[in-house]
Each structure stands twice: as structure tokens, then as C-alpha cells.
């Protein structure tokens, strides 16, 4: 049988019936015609043996000499075989008209041997465009019409088809499915001969070529492989309303098949390109129930052609919330090619799977594997990146997605089990990826709580290097969050931090921080303008750190120092008693500003 792809097929339709009869005359064991070559008289040697018509170089000259060859005509030099099968040199020439017996073809390939004494051979560039033949005795039949009894030809010209394309020959391919139709009329023989061209014309990038014919050979048979195939080529062009008729034409049934393992294979088909679909149309409970269909209809499941299915499945599974469903679709798609690359995506949707279920164990495992899996094969897949194939480079991505996401989520797990050192491995080589520099992938692959846990344990392994860069990423992320921007100020010089913190204290009414409080930063401000001795904005922002934090002695320290200096020494007395009440980093200066103003009150 042949593989159900996606193809289609040009016609040649005879249109005659008749029967030409030509009486050849025998010499010596060879077969004489005459024929006319662009209007010259001529006799041939009717060769089936010879794979083009040949003329002898004495024929040539007299052609070009009197006008019926134009060398604008010869193309170019060659070898030809002869029926002993010798191979000989030749120029090639085209001959735009040949008639034999009242039949005119045209375009015709012929050699001019280099050889004076060569004879005339028509040879098999010219019998193939007459049509089917028949040699009784002396007599030559040519067919042309219907219901000529050349089957066996056409047989082995649709093997041959078949086989040129399996080997990647499409161009051979094409022309020989073109040479099989022209010599037969039989539906079965001209199904296939479309269903070949079909695939020719598609690895030759002549999709629309291939799409035409598919309409055409499905008027003229029904076939339905062609119908199938026809489906398949509109899901590729992304035709998918066009695409799923043909499927559901495919299901409808009632169409022509010749085994029938074809129309099997095509029905269970079909189901899984309109699961796939629907599955694009969001139709996710139409998609499963065609994508069921398919993976159950098969004699395997874990076969490698169920491995796109049972994905989708998992997929659609995992936006129904059927998490259990998508792990057992996800561990069969493995099972169907263990070696696939993307089995790093699944290893990695298995990893957060299982970590919903709270099944830690299996979880790391995955994850652990997606990375394994990956590292195998790091130096290909980041080669394909910027790769000139948009497909080729999404899957890459997906791929380098995939391993990022298990890197960090190993991290993550190892940082909430307190074990800083492991989780901090894998961090490291998370920001050792390359895609990391591309500017739309930490967009998808970190969150804000994501960028804080990197932080917190790259500081608690002593790797400030790294944190800065990771609150540096953050900030491209999500610029102006005031927890990024809190912790960017460790790596900041201090004539650079003032203004973050005013920005920060902007958002005060906003933004619900999570790892620092709106006291703190009024406190680090008022300090700021404490030394930059602007003690009116200093004792502002000092009162604000108050405000909203009363039980710290240091931002009463600062709030009643601040306060003297502006000459409110009443304020700063209560203040620093404050102060010195709850403990505060300096008391000898406390006491020192508490006394003057005791003095001041005098």
C-alpha cells in the first residue's frame, strides 16, 4: 500500500478512440517507418530498445543547411543507449515536430551521434508520446483511446513512480507518473499515478501545483487516499477550515479504494488530523473524542505515528485540569520513541504534573531527566536558534524553554527544602543558558516570586555578582517594581540611592511589597538627606518613617535629631525619650541631641 501523505496528480486525457494501423517494412531483422521530422521525409528504425530518436551527423547538417533544424534547437551534448546497449557520445536536440502514420507529437528529444554513417532510430522519446503500441508481425498499432491492453507498462511505470519518490528522485518521479498517463485510462492505474505525482510535485516545493492536481485527480477517481492526502497538504498550507472537509469526506465514506487496508488506515487517519483541528479551534472535547479514536483504533499504542496524538492529548488534558489523564498521555508518547528530542518537553510537563499531585519524588525525577536529556544534546540544539526554519527554531526554543524551566524548578524545590548549596547549582547553570540573553524569553520563563528566590539564595551562597544580574533581569521585566527596586540598591553607590527610593515611595499607595516596608525606605531617605544636611526634607521623610512605623528607636532617633535641627525641640525631646525607650544603634548621640534640647526648653 501505498503511504498516505498528502498528493495529487496532472491529467492527460485522451480523447479519441481510434486505432492507428501502420504496415513497417523488414529488413534483416529490423523494423523500417517512415515518418516526416518538421516536414522532411524520413525513414526510421523503429527502436524500442533506444531511449531517444537518434540522427546520424550527415542527417544533421542537412537539416541545419536547409532550414529544418534551427541551432537555436541543440541544447547541449550527451550520451545515449543503443538497443546492444552501448553507450555513445551525442549533442542533444530538440525536435519540435515529429508525424508517424497521420500522428503529429511534438517537442521531442533526439541525439545527433557523432558518426556520418549512424542510422535513423525512432527511439523511445518518440514511441512513449504516440501511446500505447502493439507489434504483430510487421503491423504497428498505435492506441488512441481507451481500453488498450498496455497494463503491464503502466504497472511497472507506477512502481518505478513509487520507488523514484521513496528514494527522493522527484523530479524522475514526475515525469514517469506523466508518462504513465499518458498511456492508460484505467481508473485503479491512474489513482496512483496522481497519488506519486502528487508527492513529487510537493518535495519539488510545487504545493500549489500539488494542490490543483489533488482537485483534479480526486474529480476524475475518487480516490481515497488522494482525498486523505489532499487534507493533509491544507493542514500543512494551514487550510484548516478546507482541510477538515476533506477529513470528514474521508469518514463520510462511500469514496473508491483498491485494498482495504486504505481506506482503514485513512479513516483512523483522518480522526487524528481533525482532533488536531479542533484542538486549534479550542474545541478541546471534539478534539479528544477524534484523538481517542485514533490512538485506540491502532493495533499498538506506543507506536512512534501516536506520538503527536497522545501529545495533543496530554495537552488538552492538562487544560481540563485531567492532570492524571495527561501524565498517563505524556509517559505513552514517550514510551513511542524514547530517543525523540522532544521528549525533553515532556519530561518537563511530567515534572510540574507530578509536582501538582505532590508527588515530589517522580517530580525531581522528570525534571532531572529533561535536564539529563538536554545537556545530551545542548550543543545542536542551541545551533538551531537562529536557524533560518521558523519551525526549527520554535522547537528549539520549546526545547530550551523546557530545560530552564526544570532548572529552575530543581532550584526552587531544593531552596524551599533549605539546601541553598544544591539549589544554587542549579540557578548557576540556569543563568548560564544563552537563551537567556534573548529579550522576549525571561518574559515567559520567570515570575516576579521566581526572581526574588533566585536572589535570596544567590545572597545567602555570597554570589552578589549574580544577584545583581538577576535584579537587573527582573528590572527589564517588570521595570520600576519597587521590591526590585529596593534590593537593586545593595548594588548601588549611595549618592545613586536617594532617587530609587523616592521612586520606590511613589507606589506607597499602589504596590503591597514583599520584601521590604514603605518605614524602612522613608527611614534610608531621611537619612540621605540627614547627610546631605537638607534636614527640612530629612525631618519629612523622618515624621513618614514614624508614621508608618512607630516601634523602631532608630527612626526615632533620626525623626528627633532632625527635629532639633529645624528647631523643634519640644518634638525632638519626646522623640529621642522614644528612641532611647526602644533601643536604638547610637544612644550616646541620642543622649547628646536629648540634652540640648532639654537645654533649649530652659
Sequence with gaps: MRKLFLLFIVCLHLSTNAQVKIDMEKRGGVFYINGKVNGLPLKFIFDTGASTVSLSLTEAIFMLKNGYLDPSDIKGNGYSQVASGEIIPNSTVQLKKIEIGGITIQNVEATIVENITAPLLLGQSAIQKLGPIRLDGTTLTIQRGRDFNNEETVKNLSRLAYQYNEAGRYEDAKKTCLEGLSLTDRKKARSYLYLDLAIAYYYLGEKEKCLDICYKGIAETDFVQLIYNQGVYLFEMKEFDKSEKAFQSVLNGGHVYYEPDEVSEAIRSSHQYLGLIKFRHQQYS???KELVKYVSSGQDPYIATNQHALNCLGEI?????????????????????????????????LGYLYFEQEDY??????????????????????????????????????????YCKS???????NYMAERNDVAYTYFNKLMGCPILNKPEVPEFLFAEFD????????????????????????LEQYPGNPDFLYLQT??????????????????????SPKVFDYGTVSFYT?????????????????????????????????????SYNIGKHKESLDALNKALKLGCQRPDEAKKYRDMAKRKLR
Design 317 to 349: 488534558y492538562e487544560k481540563m485540569k485531567s492532570s492524571q489523564k495527561a501524565i498517563v498521555c505524556y509517559e505513552s508518547a514517550i514510551r513511542c520513541d524514547e530517543r525523540g528530542l522532544m521528549n525533553i518537553e515532556r519530561y518537563y510537563k
Design 361 to 402: 519524588s517522580k517530580s525531581i525525577d522528570y525534571y532531572k531527566q529533561c535536564v539529563s536529556k538536554f545537556n545530551s544534546h545542548s550543543e545542536d540544539i542551541y545551533a538551531t536558534l537562529d536557524d533560518e526554519n521558523p519551525e526549527l527554531q520554535e522547537k528549539s526554543m520549546i526545547l530550551c524553554f523546557s
Design 286 to 288: 471534539a478534539a479528544e
Design 451 to 474: 526572581y526574588l528566590i533566585l536572589h535570596d539564595c544567590c545572597v545567602k551562597n555570597r554570589q552578589n555578582t549574580n544577584a545583581a544580574f538577576i535584579i537587573g533581569k527582573a
Design 526 to 562: 531621611a537619612l540621605h538627606y540627614y547627610v546631605m544636611e537638607d534636614d527640612v526634607n530629612a525631618y519629612r521623610y523622618a515624621s513618614h518613617a514614624i508614621e508608618l512605623k512607630n516601634d523602631n528607636g532608630n527612626f526615632w532617633m533620626i525623626y528627633g535629631i532632625c
Design 490 to 511: 545593595d548594588y548601588l553607590e549611595d549618592d545613586e540611592k536617594l532617587a530609587v527610593y523616592e521612586q520606590i515611595l511613589k507606589q506607597e499607595k499602589s504596590y
Design 407 to 413: 532548572l529552575l524548578n530543581l532550584g526552587k524545590m
